[in-house]
């Protein structure tokens, strides 16, 4: 199970006229947690979409919240690759203020061809990258 | 069932270097969906916010992404209540790109009181709101 | 002068803590108002993008905000193109709530080329857009 | 002239299918970047809105861009504070990757009371804050 941990700050804008946290950047910031693990692994994000056409697009994606999050609040995302099936795989998230963890979820990403047309086509996730996403290994960022 | 659909357009904005729908987006036209749907309801979000500090916190959200959006798309959020509990509500969404579902997912919300100091404390759903909610009923917006 | 108006709505996640709306989002505002205008004009920002490798990207951006918009007004974004260079133009912007500016600014845009590496380099815009850019026309959305 | 710098990281979800920065991300920066020298200087701004119902929102903002921002780009945003008005002041911001300029610009704020309804006006920028904020001093975040 790799694990990475990145550290965000809550910025104004992402407060919304209730003075909480807006919801959907958790979305937000559960890809950046999923995107720096999968660089952190040495997988090169960009590499993988210019050199090899291969995306991570989302199937789907959930979060539960449990406590308001506040401007200017330091969180921690914890990101935890969970599952790695033939062609998708599952990153967990939870995000802490201090050790109390305010919301948590899960994406579930295909490993995808892009072809010159745009078109999506899920593909295997090559053995050297399944090797990578299911070591046992805490990553820091 | 109430039921209220917003008609929206993919921006430019909303894509990322993939070419397609960064997905946080589809939970900002959730937000639209379910605060549109109250507005129609004759609730007025702003009305509840600032004269009886209610606010409709997320407990929950998840979507399930089908197909990928691109820019310019035009797309239909329909939104349904589909459950009215004593202090929470669950609205379901899907996205249309004329009559192919891109996506569909869910938000469940509380019924909450802000107080002075910015806590929130769920609240019982009154019962002329929870009459609106329950209603079979379809809006348009 | 080719002129472009645009519908839209304030939406509760364009609002901030202090109630009002956020302000970068009227540079969103802006680029969907120039994006559609270049649209209207029947020259597919999507196909410069994919078949011309030419993009528009910001060389100068600013606005003058006059009034705070809040949640749920609706605003009509007019655009005008002011200005057509040999290899950029420039784009004014007004955003009214009704008939009350609420804000207005430009955007200078190159024309611009990407070549496989991904390098940008501004080229003269073709004669043929010249002609479509300087038009006295007023279009609608 | 007080002074202040943030590091920040390009996301995946601030890129646009151009394959570059969405350009209304720089001033999502540049409010990060006067908010936190705010912060920085002592001034709370979450204090000062609830508290004494002070917000700084933007008169005018204007940026001009060098070069393109590519995904996870490491960048410093350099904030000055170069005048004190009566009942405004103006942050100048620069934006680098590296050692090199990729844009920058400016926000003029005003120092404004929110009233009971909502209402914004300006009003003179207390003496205490004028000196916090025409100071010499290089703070760090």
Chains 1, 2, 3, 4 share one sequence.
């Not at 199970?1 to 700050?9: A, E, F, G, I, Y």
């Not at 050199?51 to 914890?78: H, Q, T």
């Not at 892009?114 to 090559?126: H, Q, R, S, T």
Request: hydrophobic share 40%; aromatic share 10%; with cysteine.
């Amino acid at each position: 199970m790799v694990q990475n941990t990145v550290q965000l700050k809550v910025n104004w804008g992402d407060t919304d006229m209730a003075g909480i946290i807006y919801y959907p950047n958790y979305f937000k910031w559960f890809d950046i947690g999923s995107l720096t693990l999968v660089n952190e692994l040495g997988l090169s994000v960009i590499n993988l979409m210019q050199e090899d056409k291969i995306g991570l697009p989302l199937l789907d994606a959930g979060c539960r919240f449990r406590k308001a999050l506040l401007y200017n609040d330091e969180i921690r995302v914890v990101s935890r690759v969970t599952e790695v099936n033939e062609k998708t795989f599952r990153v967990e998230h939870e995000v802490y203020r201090n050790d109390e963890m305010t919301g948590n979820g899960h994406e579930l990403r295909g490993w995808v061809q892009f072809d010159e047309f745009g078109n999506l086509k899920a593909v295997p996730i090559p053995d050297e990258v399944r090797k990578l996403l299911t070591e046992d290994k805490v990553l820091s960022t």
